[in-house]
């Protein structure tokens, strides 16, 4: 897998977009991009993840430049519930390799 | 639909003791995987498992700690003579690949 790199923390007001940066500059051409999330001790949850395109559901917008060396988790609209810890890896396939955690990002919500 | 299910959710165990924790998949789920997230730290992958089977288990502890996912029944993480050091929140996720895994609410392990 390559390695990422994210801020340690950041905060963001209530309300306001949450931009969550990623760098994995040593990407493969077929690696793709996924975030997952830790609420307090939460079991982790699945946010998104995307190849080489933009990718939007219901949590998220995932923006992937087109170098795809970064990209950026967006919350458009930021509560006090997504205070967490964000993750940003890469992976080439889903469901059938072990996900890998760093330190992750640290978001803050701020009323 | 329900999700990943673990119990217990909390245990404690005194050193020496065994510890047996549980994970039911989400349904129509054959792979497991577990994770163990030490005190203030990430979650490192630990095993994974289809129906029988041990994928990888690149991740386990060589001594005291071994899983399974029988062909009935959920997945066991079992820990043999516990140690302090063991002390840790495990989590179980599960998937139907290609989807992506989905983890389960974890259990938290004291040894006293």
């Known amino acids: 897998d390559a390695k990422t790199t994210q801020p340690t923390s950041m905060d963001c007001a209530e309300g306001r977009a949450a931009n969550l940066p990623c760098n994995h500059s040593t990407i493969s051409g077929n690696e793709y991009v996924y975030w997952y999330r830790q609420i307090h001790s939460q079991g982790p949850q699945y946010i998104i993840h995307?190849?080489?395109n933009n990718e939007t559901n219901e949590m998220a917008s995932l923006i992937i430049t087109e170098d795809r060396k970064s990209s950026t988790l967006i919350l458009p609209h930021a509560t006090l519930r997504d205070t967490a810890v964000y993750y940003c890896?890469?992976?080439?396939?889903?469901?059938?390799?072990?996900?890998?955690f760093g330190t992750g990002t640290r978001l803050t919500i701020i009323p | 639909n329900a999700g990943v299910m673990q119990n217990p959710r909390h245990l404690v165990r005194r050193r020496g003791q065994e510890a047996r924790l549980r994970c039911s998949p989400m349904?129509?789920?054959?792979?497991v995987y577990w994770y163990r997230q030490l005190p203030e730290e990430g979650l490192k992958f630990m095993v994974y498992l289809q129906k029988e089977n041990i994928i990888d288990e690149s991740g386990m502890p060589k001594e005291r700690f071994s899983a399974e996912f029988p062909k009935e029944g959920p997945s066991i993480l079992r820990i043999q003579q516990v140690v302090r050091g063991d002390s840790a929140a495990y989590f179980c996720?599960?998937?139907?690949?290609?989807?992506?895994?989905?983890f389960g609410p974890g259990t938290r392990l004291l040894v006293l």
């Open positions: 995307g190849l080489k």
């Open positions: 890896n890469t992976l080439l396939t889903f469901g059938n390799e072990k996900l890998t």
């Open positions: 996720a599960s998937s139907s690949p290609p989807e992506t895994q989905y």
């Open positions: 349904k129509g789920h054959s792979h």
